[in-house]
């Protein structure tokens, strides 16, 4: 008996230290970025703010454009994925508008070719406040996205979400419901909140939509001043298992997106088929007031 492959997508998580210095964030990323590659991954993804540290208060001082002229870091990638020769979902980079000097926490995404495919702009901005623990307020400085992201691949669509992003599940089912595979998110929860959302946050998305979700972290800086990342870069398969994971140190981790696994789920439990629209057409009109 003849057994047919099954087609996997191997993906990477560079989990990489952060410095203060962008030309050796880039450098570190590329050699990372070209390392996963020889371990055979097709989509590499590297951490929300990986040129440059995560802070209110640094993001006006690190911002450089996507378009029309791209920024050194833009620049960096597109080299880095067509030597790579990889999808690569480009962390982020805190970006400038040159015309409206807007700035936006933006992950860019390069093809195989070092083709700059599309840009997510973070359309949920980190804004919280967790008393004695963690307050962060990203809409000091950022401005939000406008719109909701995806890229093709020989494996299927995938979207993209970044970090805070992942709390909101209407971004995910959208994904899936346009046929999305999976979502990756760059992402930096923290020591306050990482224990207790990340991996169930990612979890849930998996299982709401019967697809796969992976999130890139920075690795935790020992500088006691700066954003205390949780790491745990994750990747979590259609039916919530964690796959693979890691602590909060500098690693890649290295996992499969098998779609053959996420067909299997989708016939054994076909909710898909099952929603009601019919009684929750629209749950922004679901408010009592
Ligand atoms: N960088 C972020 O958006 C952090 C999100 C986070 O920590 C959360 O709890 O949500």
Request: proline share 6%; net charge neutral.
């Amino acid at each position: 008996m003849t057994s047919v492959a099954r087609k996997a997508l191997n993906i990477a998580l560079v989990q990489m230290k952060v410095t203060a210095n962008k030309a050796l964030n880039l450098q570190v990323a590329r050699e990372k970025v070209l390392q996963a590659s020889q371990k055979g991954a097709d989509l590499v993804v590297l951490p929300e703010c990986f040129n440059s540290p995560y802070g209110v208060q640094h993001f006006k001082d690190y911002a450089e454009p996507v378009s029309p002229t791209p920024g050194e870091s833009v620049q960096a990638l597109a080299a880095m994925a067509k030597d790579a020769r990889v999808y690569l979902v480009g962390g982020t980079i805190p970006e400038v508008v040159p015309a409206t000097q807007k700035v936006y926490n933006t992950c860019p995404v390069f093809d195989r070719q070092g083709n700059l495919l599309t840009t997510h702009r973070k359309v949920h901005l980190f804004d919280i406040d967790v008393p004695g623990k963690i307050t962060f307020k990203e809409s000091a400085v950022l401005s939000a996205g406008d719109h909701l992201t995806q890229f093709q691949t020989e494996f299927g669509a995938i979207a993209v979400g970044i970090c805070y992003d992942l709390r909101f599940p209407e971004m995910a089912m959208i994904a899936a419901r346009q046929g999305c595979i999976g979502m990756v998110y760059p992402a930096a929860f923290n020591t306050t909140t990482g224990p207790v959302f990340f991996e169930l946050l990612q979890r849930a998305r998996a299982v709401d939509n019967l697809f796969y979700v992976a999130t890139c972290s920075p690795a935790r800086s020992e500088d006691p001043k700066s954003y205390p990342a949780w790491g745990h870069s994750t990747v979590v398969s259609p039916i919530g298992e964690v796959l693979a994971t890691c602590g909060h140190e500098e690693t890649t981790v290295h996992s499969q997106w098998d779609l053959g696994a996420m067909e299997e789920a989708r016939t054994s439990y076909p909710i898909y088929h099952q929603r009601r629209f019919d009684l929750y057409p629209d749950v922004s009109q679901s408010n009592k007031n």
